[in-house]
T-cell receptor, first 111, second 112 residues
Framework: NAGVTQTPKFQVLKTGQSMTLQCAQDMNHEYMSWYRQDPGMGLRLIHYSVGAGITDQGEVPNGYNVSRSTTEDFPLRLLSAAPSQTSVYFC??????????FGSGTRLTVV | TQLLEQSPQFLSIQEGENLTVYCNSSSVFSSLQWYRQEPGEGPVLLVTVVTGGEVKKLKRLTFQFGDARKDSSLHITAAQPGDTGLYLCAGRLRAGSYQLTFGKGTKLSVIP
């Protein structure tokens, strides 16, 4: 089915470890973004991209890196995981009617 | 300061009741969207409103964009257990902008 695919679904990391959250979309959307969702904080924008080779910071970018080498893929890298990065991460791409299509999320726990 | 304030934060009602949730801001938005999120899933777009005063209906859900484009409401008629979820509003400050600002959501529980 067309949409946004995120992997993994769940992940537990130790403090200081690094990892990459994968996001792929097959709808040829130019715009992709990463959000984190925390209780009481809502959805907060981490990084976004308006096309291959172009990325920019959102509201809470510290501790995260992104790259956009293809239209389809937009991975999010945690460089050195911290307990404060425990969250649910969502990738989204922009639909033609200005609505976002979200992936099903990655639940990350940093211990 | 939260740009989009949603109220109430939590709402628990009996099946068959009507309800309204609100999304308010002091800023003017070029468009506003409503999403529903179920546990363990990402938000799913319900509607986009663009024109001040616009009303859109989606089966038992009625969405309204305020005349000044600073607020919106979602009214559900005869709520059903399948309506249970987190309802999020999201606004676009400038036409053509890619970014959305999200409210914190209203968590709705419909009890059978």
């Amino acid at each position: 089915n067309a949409g946004v695919t995120q992997t993994p679904k769940f992940q537990v990391l130790k403090t200081g470890q690094s990892m990459t959250l994968q996001c792929a979309q097959d709808m040829n959307h130019e715009y992709m973004s990463w959000y984190r969702q925390d209780p009481g904080m809502g959805l907060r924008l981490i990084h976004y991209s308006v096309g291959a080779g172009i990325t920019d910071q959102g509201e809470v970018p510290n501790g995260y890196n992104v790259s956009r080498s293809t239209t389809e893929d937009f991975p999010l890298r945690l460089l050195s995981a911290a307990p404060s990065q425990t969250s649910v991460y969502f990738c989204a791409s922009r639909a033609a009617n200005y609505g976002y299509t979200f992936g099903s999320g990655t639940r990350l726990t940093v211990v | 300061t939260q740009l989009l304030e949603q109220s109430p934060q939590f709402l628990s009602i009996q099946e068959g009741e009507n309800l309204t949730v609100y999304c308010n801001s002091s800023s003017v938005f070029s468009s506003l969207q409503w999403y529903r999120q179920e546990p363990g899933e990402g938000p799913v777009l319900l509607v986009t409103v663009v024109t001040g005063g616009e009303v859109k209906k989606l089966k038992r859900l009625t969405f309204q964009f305020g005349d000044a484009r600073k607020d919106s409401s979602l009214h559900i008629t005869a709520a059903q257990p399948g309506d249970t979820g987190l309802y999020l509003c999201a606004g676009r400050l400038r036409a053509g902008s890619y970014q959305l600002t999200f409210g914190k959501g209203t968590k709705l529980s419909v009890i059978p």
